[in-house]
């Protein structure tokens, strides 16, 4: 009696569980993302089990790639799984990251910085050096330990967004008096406050896909959000207005169903991908 008792409240226990990911799945569909083919597995940074507390926590995705808050790197395959058998394999390199700038620099807890990925002849993961045209604006906003983020907005006007360990964004503008004359950063501003959000540990700004924009705290995720959706969809005439505002879906499951959420990826704590 006991053994049909047991073997019924651990199948109560599962429908449950399974039902309330259906709904967090729904809610996130309903409130437009859409729903990835397969379900991720990754011993390191996705629970197999509700609860299940992993050994490593995502703090920043770009495209196949996660770094984990003790500085780690994961290369991701969403499609095919590793010769692992799994859908990330960890990455050996000589560093740990201690911030990124565009997803495709970062600077290591050496205080060096390197590249993320291969392009125009450089290696991933091998150090940039002072012959690469960027590095001395690499050394400029990236250098500083209090800088966790950066964030490229107009490149052409020196504009940049800097988020540092205070839990603010801050604008910086870089400019020199000549092309002989270094850069220098000759105005720095708040453009997100952590008065108005709360301690900022993540963002996101993107001026040509305002949907991607985002700021996030412990607690509570905002987006910049349409306010006119209905008319702006409807009519050709009509332009979308935007305002950055919490998202209510989001905040909801931040902290019990979402892993993990991104300007290209969210991932459910139950190991399925939206975008």
């Given amino acids: 009696m006991r053994k049909n008792i047991l073997l019924v409240l651990i199948f109560t226990c599962v429908l449950f569980l399974t039902g309330c990911n259906g709904t967090v799945t729904r809610e996130l569909r309903e409130s437009g993302f859409n729903l990835g083919t397969?379900?991720?597995?990754?011993?390191?940074?996705?629970?197999?089990?509700?609860?299940?507390?992993?050994?490593e926590k995502i703090r920043y995705i770009n495209d196949n790639l996660a770094i984990t808050d003790s500085g780690k790197i994961y290369e991701l395959s969403y499609d095919q799984k590793f010769s692992n058998n799994?859908?990330?394999?960890?990455?050996?390199?000589?560093?740990?990251?201690?911030?990124?700038?565009?997803?495709?620099?970062v600077r290591g807890e050496d205080n060096k910085f390197y590249y993320l990925s291969s392009d125009s002849g450089t290696n991933a993961y091998s150090e940039i050096t002072v012959n690469d045209d960027s590095y001395e604006i690499y050394n400029l906003v990236l250098s500083s330990s209090e800088v966790k983020k950066v964030s490229t907005v107009d490149e052409s006007k020196g504009i940049y967004y800097v988020l540092l360990t205070d839990g603010n964004v801050y604008k910086y503008v870089v400019d020199r008096s000549n092309y002989d004359s270094p850069y220098t950063i000759v105005s720095k501003t708040i453009a997100y406050n952590e008065d108005s959000y709360g301690k900022i540990i993540d963002f996101n700004y993107d001026s040509s896909n305002k949907d991607k924009t985002y700021v996030k705290t412990d607690d509570v995720i905002y987006r910049m959000q349409v306010t006119n959706k209905d008319k702006c969809d409807k009519y050709a005439d009509v332009e979308c207005k935007y305002k950055f505002m919490k998202d209510e879906v989001l905040t909801k499951y931040y902290k019990t169903k979402i892993l993990y959420y991104g300007p290209t990826i969210l991932i459910t704590t139950y190991g399925r991908t939206f975008n």
Avoid: H, W
């Fill in 38 to 55: 397969d379900n991720l597995v990754c011993t390191d940074l996705i629970p197999k089990k509700e609860g299940e507390v992993v050994s």
């Fill in 86 to 105: 799994e859908n990330c394999r960890k990455v050996n390199t000589s560093f740990k990251v201690s911030a990124i700038m565009n997803d495709d620099v």
